[in-house]
Nanobody, 124 residues
Framework: QVQLVESGGGLVQAGGSLRISCAAS????????MSWFRQAPGKEREFVAA????????KYADSVKGRFTISRDNAKKTVDLQMNSLKPEDTAVYYC?????????????????WGQGTQVTVSS
């Protein structure tokens, strides 16, 4: 069983930075492909970034490419999302997701484990 807990969300001004983190329980974190999704009010949950099991490969949505960086620490069982040059349209609840299947999936159905989410609000 895998449990995911996000932290680090908050309020930031446009152009600012924020780092959110996801801590995982369980013994097999290094076997999990990890991703971040987000969901804004009234919108569907959308893919943000993914990282492979080793951390050697990453993938980003076009809307965040060049501004966000995903990373993981398998020893600490954490995955982080560094968000720079934040925009008001980045405002959303950010969710950590995990899968034992192939990494980098864009669809929420690719993931069997989800955190409870952390709110990120970017003011203009």
């Amino acid at each position: 069983q895998v449990q995911l807990v996000e932290s680090g969300g908050g309020l930031v001004q446009a152009g600012g930075s924020l780092r959110i983190s996801c801590a995982a329980s369980g013994r097999t974190f290094s076997n999990l492909a990890m991703s971040w999704f987000r969901q804004a009010p009234g919108k569907e949950r959308e893919f943000v970034a993914a990282i492979s099991r080793s951390g050697g490969s990453t993938k980003y949505a076009d809307s965040v490419k060049g501004r966000f960086t995903i990373s993981r620490d398998n020893a600490k069982k954490t995955v982080d999302l560094q968000m720079n040059s934040l925009k008001p349209e980045d405002t959303a609840v950010y969710y950590c997701a995990a899968s034992y299947s192939s990494w980098g999936g864009w669809d929420v159905r690719d993931y069997g484990y989800w955190g409870q989410g952390t709110q990120v609000t970017v003011s203009s």
